[in-house]
Protein backbone atom coordinates (compact mmCIF):
# COMPACT_ATOMS: atom_id res chain seq x y z
CA UNK A 1 0.00 0.00 0.00
CA UNK A 2 1.61 3.61 -0.80
CA UNK A 3 0.25 5.14 2.24
CA UNK A 4 2.38 2.57 3.88
CA UNK A 5 5.66 3.18 2.91
CA UNK A 6 8.48 4.98 5.10
CA UNK A 7 8.39 8.98 3.76
CA UNK A 8 12.06 9.40 4.86
CA UNK A 9 13.02 5.97 3.33
CA UNK A 10 11.07 6.87 0.04
CA UNK A 11 12.54 10.60 -0.56
CA UNK A 12 16.26 8.69 0.00
CA UNK A 13 15.66 5.92 -2.17
CA UNK A 14 13.45 7.81 -4.65
CA UNK A 15 15.88 7.63 -7.22
CA UNK A 16 16.82 3.27 -7.00
CA UNK A 17 13.11 3.12 -7.21
CA UNK A 18 12.37 5.14 -10.14
CA UNK A 19 15.23 2.89 -11.56
CA UNK A 20 12.86 -0.21 -10.63
CA UNK A 21 14.17 -1.91 -7.75
CA UNK A 22 11.46 -1.71 -6.19
CA UNK A 23 10.57 -5.73 -6.91
CA UNK A 24 13.85 -6.43 -4.88
CA UNK A 25 13.18 -4.37 -1.67
CA UNK A 26 9.30 -6.15 -2.18
CA UNK A 27 10.70 -9.50 -1.84
CA UNK A 28 12.80 -9.01 0.25
CA UNK A 29 9.96 -7.50 2.67
CA UNK A 30 8.41 -11.02 3.14
CA UNK A 31 7.95 -11.74 6.88
CA UNK A 32 7.31 -15.13 9.09
CA UNK A 33 5.52 -15.85 11.76
CA UNK A 34 6.76 -16.07 15.37
CA UNK A 35 8.23 -18.99 14.82
CA UNK A 36 10.03 -18.12 10.87
CA UNK A 37 8.54 -21.29 9.96
CA UNK A 38 5.73 -20.06 7.48
CA UNK A 39 4.74 -16.97 5.42
CA UNK A 40 2.36 -15.14 7.43
CA UNK A 41 -0.23 -14.74 4.79
CA UNK A 42 -3.27 -12.29 4.69
CA UNK A 43 -6.38 -13.73 3.15
CA UNK A 44 -9.23 -12.45 1.92
CA UNK A 45 -8.63 -8.68 1.94
CA UNK A 46 -11.01 -5.87 1.61
CA UNK A 47 -10.01 -2.44 1.69
CA UNK A 48 -11.71 1.06 2.13
CA UNK A 49 -10.18 4.38 1.38
CA UNK A 50 -10.12 7.05 4.61
CA UNK A 51 -9.01 10.07 2.20
CA UNK A 52 -6.02 9.45 0.36
CA UNK A 53 -5.01 6.39 3.30
CA UNK A 54 -5.99 2.65 2.46
CA UNK A 55 -6.72 0.16 5.04
CA UNK A 56 -8.95 -3.22 5.06
CA UNK A 57 -12.44 -2.62 4.85
CA UNK A 58 -12.61 -3.61 9.06
CA UNK A 59 -10.10 -2.42 11.10
CA UNK A 60 -8.79 -4.04 14.77
CA UNK A 61 -9.34 -2.12 17.45
CA UNK A 62 -6.76 -3.06 20.50
CA UNK A 63 -7.85 -1.15 23.28
CA UNK A 64 -9.69 -4.23 25.31
CA UNK A 65 -6.25 -5.81 26.05
CA UNK A 66 -5.26 -3.95 28.84
CA UNK A 67 -8.25 -1.26 29.38
CA UNK A 68 -11.57 -0.64 30.02
CA UNK A 69 -13.07 -4.35 29.61
CA UNK A 70 -12.31 -7.51 31.70
CA UNK A 71 -10.65 -10.01 31.93
CA UNK A 72 -7.70 -8.37 30.15
CA UNK A 73 -5.33 -10.45 28.68
CA UNK A 74 -1.42 -10.66 28.66
CA UNK A 75 1.72 -9.98 25.87
CA UNK A 76 1.39 -13.35 24.57
CA UNK A 77 -2.16 -13.59 23.92
CA UNK A 78 -2.32 -9.97 22.66
CA UNK A 79 0.34 -10.76 19.99
CA UNK A 80 -0.90 -14.25 19.11
CA UNK A 81 -5.02 -12.28 18.24
CA UNK A 82 -2.99 -9.50 16.29
CA UNK A 83 -1.18 -11.93 14.41
CA UNK A 84 -4.45 -14.14 13.42
CA UNK A 85 -6.58 -11.00 12.77
CA UNK A 86 -3.56 -10.10 9.94
CA UNK A 87 -3.47 -13.74 8.59
CA UNK A 88 -7.55 -12.95 7.80
CA UNK A 89 -7.15 -9.60 5.74
CA UNK A 90 -7.40 -7.11 8.76
CA UNK A 91 -4.47 -4.62 8.02
CA UNK A 92 -5.61 -1.78 9.93
CA UNK A 93 -4.50 -1.98 13.63
CA UNK A 94 -5.71 0.62 16.20
CA UNK A 95 -4.34 1.67 19.38
CA UNK A 96 -3.75 4.62 21.53
CA UNK A 97 -1.02 5.78 24.59
CA UNK A 98 -3.66 5.73 26.87
CA UNK A 99 -4.47 2.07 26.84
CA UNK A 100 -2.64 0.37 29.47
CA UNK A 101 -1.52 3.22 29.36
CA UNK A 102 1.08 2.49 27.01
CA UNK A 103 0.82 -1.25 27.34
CA UNK A 104 -1.62 -1.75 24.36
CA UNK A 105 0.51 0.14 22.14
CA UNK A 106 4.02 -2.08 22.61
CA UNK A 107 1.28 -5.36 22.21
CA UNK A 108 1.14 -3.77 18.80
CA UNK A 109 4.25 -2.70 18.35
CA UNK A 110 5.39 -6.10 18.72
CA UNK A 111 3.09 -8.42 17.25
CA UNK A 112 3.02 -6.19 13.70
CA UNK A 113 7.29 -6.15 13.47
CA UNK A 114 7.91 -8.74 11.48
CA UNK A 115 5.02 -7.77 8.82
CA UNK A 116 5.18 -3.78 9.93
CA UNK A 117 5.39 -2.68 5.78
CA UNK A 118 2.14 -4.62 5.42
CA UNK A 119 -0.38 -2.88 7.86
CA UNK A 120 -1.55 0.52 8.72
CA UNK A 121 -0.75 1.73 12.38
CA UNK A 122 -3.33 4.16 13.98
CA UNK A 123 -2.68 5.58 17.26
CA UNK A 124 -3.75 8.55 19.69
CA UNK A 125 -2.25 11.23 21.92
CA UNK A 126 -4.21 14.20 23.75
CA UNK A 127 -3.88 12.83 27.52
CA UNK A 128 -1.05 14.22 30.42
CA UNK A 129 0.05 10.75 31.56
CA UNK A 130 3.29 10.56 33.90
CA UNK A 131 5.40 8.08 32.07
CA UNK A 132 6.90 6.70 35.37
CA UNK A 133 3.65 6.70 37.38
CA UNK A 134 1.27 6.35 34.69
CA UNK A 135 -0.73 8.98 36.15
CA UNK A 136 -3.37 10.61 33.82
CA UNK A 137 -3.40 14.68 34.58
CA UNK A 138 -6.15 15.33 32.49
CA UNK A 139 -5.59 16.21 28.89
CA UNK A 140 -2.77 17.79 27.02
CA UNK A 141 -2.45 18.77 22.95
CA UNK A 142 0.44 21.76 23.25
CA UNK A 143 2.80 21.48 20.52
CA UNK A 144 5.54 20.56 22.48
CA UNK A 145 3.83 17.69 24.13
CA UNK A 146 2.54 16.32 21.02
CA UNK A 147 6.25 15.87 19.78
CA UNK A 148 7.23 14.44 22.70
CA UNK A 149 4.25 11.77 23.20
CA UNK A 150 5.46 10.84 18.91
CA UNK A 151 9.03 10.11 20.07
CA UNK A 152 7.93 7.62 22.92
CA UNK A 153 5.05 6.43 21.24
CA UNK A 154 7.61 5.38 18.12
CA UNK A 155 9.40 3.40 20.39
CA UNK A 156 6.70 1.59 22.07
CA UNK A 157 5.49 0.86 18.16
CA UNK A 158 8.84 -0.29 17.19
CA UNK A 159 8.51 1.67 13.96
CA UNK A 160 10.07 5.31 12.47
CA UNK A 161 6.29 6.64 11.54
CA UNK A 162 3.00 6.25 12.34
CA UNK A 163 0.88 5.97 9.72
CA UNK A 164 -2.68 7.66 11.29
CA UNK A 165 -2.27 9.96 14.50
CA UNK A 166 -5.24 11.25 16.14
CA UNK A 167 -6.16 13.47 18.79
CA UNK A 168 -7.74 11.15 21.21
CA UNK A 169 -9.98 14.04 22.82
CA UNK A 170 -10.56 17.72 22.18
CA UNK A 171 -7.91 19.93 24.57
CA UNK A 172 -10.50 23.37 24.22
CA UNK A 173 -7.39 25.12 25.51
CA UNK A 174 -4.95 24.94 22.41
CA UNK A 175 -6.89 25.73 19.30
CA UNK A 176 -7.72 22.95 17.09
CA UNK A 177 -5.85 24.84 14.24
CA UNK A 178 -2.66 25.16 16.27
CA UNK A 179 -2.93 21.46 16.70
CA UNK A 180 -3.05 21.00 13.23
CA UNK A 181 -0.21 22.77 12.26
CA UNK A 182 1.31 20.73 14.50
CA UNK A 183 0.89 17.29 12.72
CA UNK A 184 1.38 19.28 9.69
CA UNK A 185 4.57 19.69 11.06
CA UNK A 186 5.03 16.28 11.68
CA UNK A 187 3.93 14.91 8.26
CA UNK A 188 6.40 16.91 6.52
CA UNK A 189 9.30 15.52 9.24
CA UNK A 190 8.33 11.98 7.96
CA UNK A 191 6.96 11.08 11.79
CA UNK A 192 3.73 10.87 11.36
CA UNK A 193 1.89 9.83 7.74
CA UNK A 194 -1.65 11.08 8.25
CA UNK A 195 -3.61 12.53 10.97
CA UNK A 196 -7.17 12.58 12.55
CA UNK A 197 -9.36 14.16 15.36
CA UNK A 198 -11.35 11.50 17.76
CA UNK A 199 -14.89 12.42 19.30
CA UNK A 200 -14.99 15.60 17.31
CA UNK A 201 -18.11 17.86 15.91
CA UNK A 202 -18.53 19.63 12.36
CA UNK A 203 -16.90 22.59 13.34
CA UNK A 204 -13.80 21.39 14.92
CA UNK A 205 -13.69 19.62 11.46
CA UNK A 206 -13.61 22.53 9.03
CA UNK A 207 -11.56 24.49 10.91
CA UNK A 208 -9.20 21.36 11.44
CA UNK A 209 -8.74 20.79 7.64
CA UNK A 210 -8.56 23.93 6.53
CA UNK A 211 -4.84 24.01 7.88
CA UNK A 212 -4.02 20.62 6.58
CA UNK A 213 -6.76 17.95 5.26
CA UNK A 214 -7.66 15.45 7.85
CA UNK A 215 -7.73 11.75 6.95
CA UNK A 216 -10.49 10.63 9.63
CA UNK A 217 -12.64 11.33 12.42
CA UNK A 218 -13.07 8.65 14.95
CA UNK A 219 -16.02 8.76 16.70
CA UNK A 220 -18.44 6.17 19.09
CA UNK A 221 -21.02 5.14 16.21
CA UNK A 222 -22.90 1.74 16.44
CA UNK A 223 -26.15 0.35 16.48
CA UNK A 224 -27.63 2.68 19.20
CA UNK A 225 -24.90 5.21 19.11
CA UNK A 226 -25.58 7.80 16.34
CA UNK A 227 -24.31 10.97 17.17
CA UNK A 228 -22.44 11.42 13.86
CA UNK A 229 -25.29 10.16 11.42
CA UNK A 230 -26.50 13.74 10.78
CA UNK A 231 -23.81 15.72 11.03
CA UNK A 232 -20.52 14.56 11.30
CA UNK A 233 -20.39 11.66 8.84
CA UNK A 234 -22.11 14.38 6.16
CA UNK A 235 -19.43 16.17 6.46
CA UNK A 236 -16.50 13.36 5.93
CA UNK A 237 -18.71 12.98 2.76
CA UNK A 238 -18.38 16.45 1.95
CA UNK A 239 -14.51 16.79 2.32
CA UNK A 240 -13.68 13.09 1.24
CA UNK A 241 -12.33 12.10 4.98
CA UNK A 242 -12.65 8.55 6.17
CA UNK A 243 -15.14 7.77 9.21
CA UNK A 244 -13.70 5.26 11.77
CA UNK A 245 -16.64 4.17 14.43
CA UNK A 246 -15.10 3.20 17.43
CA UNK A 247 -17.08 1.01 19.98
CA UNK A 248 -18.57 -0.41 16.88
CA UNK A 249 -20.46 -3.30 18.42
CA UNK A 250 -21.81 -1.26 21.47
CA UNK A 251 -19.22 -2.17 23.47
CA UNK A 252 -19.86 -5.50 22.90
CA UNK A 253 -23.38 -5.42 23.43
CA UNK A 254 -24.69 -6.12 19.88
CA UNK A 255 -22.61 -9.38 20.23
CA UNK A 256 -25.57 -10.38 22.35
CA UNK A 257 -23.34 -11.84 25.40
CA UNK A 258 -25.42 -9.32 27.93
CA UNK A 259 -28.90 -10.14 29.31
CA UNK A 260 -28.96 -9.61 32.60
CA UNK A 261 -25.79 -7.62 34.01
CA UNK A 262 -24.17 -10.01 35.74
CA UNK A 263 -22.37 -11.39 32.94
CA UNK A 264 -19.44 -9.09 33.80
CA UNK A 265 -15.88 -10.05 34.89
CA UNK A 266 -14.73 -7.84 38.14
CA UNK A 267 -13.41 -4.34 37.44
CA UNK A 268 -14.80 -3.91 34.13
CA UNK A 269 -15.81 -0.44 33.27
CA UNK A 270 -18.84 -1.03 31.38
CA UNK A 271 -21.45 -1.64 35.16
CA UNK A 272 -20.53 1.72 35.19
CA UNK A 273 -22.44 2.87 32.14
CA UNK A 274 -25.99 3.67 32.19
CA UNK A 275 -27.11 1.79 29.40
CA UNK A 276 -25.33 -1.61 30.96
CA UNK A 277 -27.97 -1.17 34.06
CA UNK A 278 -29.47 -4.82 34.60
CA UNK A 279 -32.95 -2.66 33.80
CA UNK A 280 -31.54 -1.08 30.67
CA UNK A 281 -29.96 -4.13 29.60
CA UNK A 282 -33.26 -5.80 29.63
CA UNK A 283 -34.83 -2.96 27.92
CA UNK A 284 -32.13 -2.64 25.11
CA UNK A 285 -32.08 -6.31 24.09
CA UNK A 286 -35.20 -5.93 21.53
CA UNK A 287 -32.21 -3.92 19.29
CA UNK A 288 -30.64 -7.29 19.16
CA UNK A 289 -33.72 -9.07 18.98
CA UNK A 290 -34.12 -6.70 15.67
CA UNK A 291 -30.15 -7.32 14.26
CA UNK A 292 -31.02 -11.24 15.12
CA UNK A 293 -34.06 -11.07 12.37
CA UNK A 294 -31.95 -9.44 9.83
CA UNK A 295 -29.46 -12.30 10.76
CA UNK A 296 -31.66 -15.14 10.05
CA UNK A 297 -31.20 -14.33 6.65
CA UNK A 298 -27.96 -14.58 6.13
CA UNK A 299 -26.87 -16.98 9.09
CA UNK A 300 -25.38 -14.18 10.93
CA UNK A 301 -25.19 -13.00 14.16
CA UNK A 302 -26.51 -9.72 15.42
CA UNK A 303 -22.98 -8.46 15.78
CA UNK A 304 -21.67 -9.48 12.05
CA UNK A 305 -25.72 -7.46 11.28
CA UNK A 306 -24.76 -4.63 13.22
CA UNK A 307 -21.35 -4.34 11.62
CA UNK A 308 -22.61 -4.80 8.25
CA UNK A 309 -25.15 -2.26 8.46
CA UNK A 310 -22.00 0.21 9.42
CA UNK A 311 -20.50 -0.80 5.90
CA UNK A 312 -23.33 -0.26 4.35
CA UNK A 313 -24.12 3.54 5.36
CA UNK A 314 -21.21 4.77 3.40
CA UNK A 315 -17.81 3.49 1.60
CA UNK A 316 -15.38 5.30 3.64
CA UNK A 317 -16.88 3.80 7.29
CA UNK A 318 -14.43 1.41 8.78
CA UNK A 319 -15.31 -0.25 11.63
CA UNK A 320 -12.58 -1.21 14.46
CA UNK A 321 -14.00 -4.10 16.40
CA UNK A 322 -11.58 -5.46 18.69
CA UNK A 323 -11.04 -8.54 20.77
CA UNK A 324 -9.21 -10.90 22.85
CA UNK A 325 -10.81 -13.94 21.32
CA UNK A 326 -9.61 -15.72 17.84
CA UNK A 327 -13.73 -16.91 17.88
CA UNK A 328 -14.67 -13.62 18.42
CA UNK A 329 -12.09 -12.45 15.62
CA UNK A 330 -13.57 -14.71 13.28
CA UNK A 331 -17.19 -13.34 13.58
CA UNK A 332 -16.16 -10.17 13.29
CA UNK A 333 -14.75 -10.40 10.43
CA UNK A 334 -17.35 -12.73 8.60
CA UNK A 335 -19.53 -9.14 8.55
CA UNK A 336 -17.17 -8.41 5.29
CA UNK A 337 -19.09 -10.73 3.59
CA UNK A 338 -22.20 -9.67 4.33
CA UNK A 339 -24.06 -7.80 2.07
CA UNK A 340 -27.49 -6.19 3.58
CA UNK A 341 -30.36 -5.28 0.95
CA UNK A 342 -31.69 -1.82 0.86
CA UNK A 343 -34.82 -3.47 2.65
CA UNK A 344 -32.74 -4.95 5.24
CA UNK A 345 -31.49 -1.81 6.29
CA UNK A 346 -34.62 0.07 5.74
CA UNK A 347 -36.00 -2.72 8.31
CA UNK A 348 -33.24 -1.63 11.00
CA UNK A 349 -33.11 1.92 10.86
CA UNK A 350 -37.07 1.85 10.95
CA UNK A 351 -37.46 -0.49 14.07
CA UNK A 352 -34.44 1.93 15.68
CA UNK A 353 -36.57 4.85 15.05
CA UNK A 354 -39.62 3.19 16.65
CA UNK A 355 -37.56 2.39 19.91
CA UNK A 356 -36.54 4.29 22.62
CA UNK A 357 -33.15 3.27 24.30
CA UNK A 358 -32.52 3.32 27.56
CA UNK A 359 -29.85 5.08 29.29
CA UNK A 360 -27.88 7.46 28.45
CA UNK A 361 -24.75 6.60 26.11
CA UNK A 362 -22.06 7.37 28.67
CA UNK A 363 -21.29 9.06 32.01
CA UNK A 364 -21.77 13.06 32.28
CA UNK A 365 -17.87 13.20 32.84
CA UNK A 366 -16.67 11.23 29.39
CA UNK A 367 -19.69 13.20 27.45
CA UNK A 368 -17.95 16.96 29.09
CA UNK A 369 -15.00 15.56 26.72
CA UNK A 370 -16.38 14.91 23.55
CA UNK A 371 -17.35 17.61 21.23
CA UNK A 372 -19.67 15.56 19.56
CA UNK A 373 -22.36 17.14 21.51
CA UNK A 374 -21.23 20.51 20.97
CA UNK A 375 -21.06 21.08 17.51
Given at each position: M??????????????????????????????????????????????????????S?L????????????????????????????????????????????????????????????????????????????????????????????????????T?????????????????????????????????????????????I??A??????????????????????????????????F??????????????????????????????????????????????????????????????N??????????????????????L??????I???????????????????????????????????????
Open positions: KDNINRRDFIAKSTLIAAGLAVSNSALASVFNENNKKVMSNKNKQTRKLGLLEVAGFGAMGFCWFYQPQVNKEAAIKVLREAYEQGITFFDTAEIYGPFISEEFVGEALAPIRDKVVIATKFGFDINPESKQINGLSSKPEHIRKVVEAQLKRLKDRIDLLYQHRLDKTIPIEEVAGTMKDLIQEGKILHYGLSEVGPNTRKHAVHPVTAIQNEFSFWTRNSESKVIPICEELGIGVPWSPLGMGFFTGRFKTGKEFAPNDYRPNLPRFTPEAIRHNYALVDLLASVGKLYDATPGQVLAWQLAKKPFIVPIPGTTLSSHKENIGANLKLSIEDIKKLDDGYATFKVMGEDTTPQLKAQSDVFNN
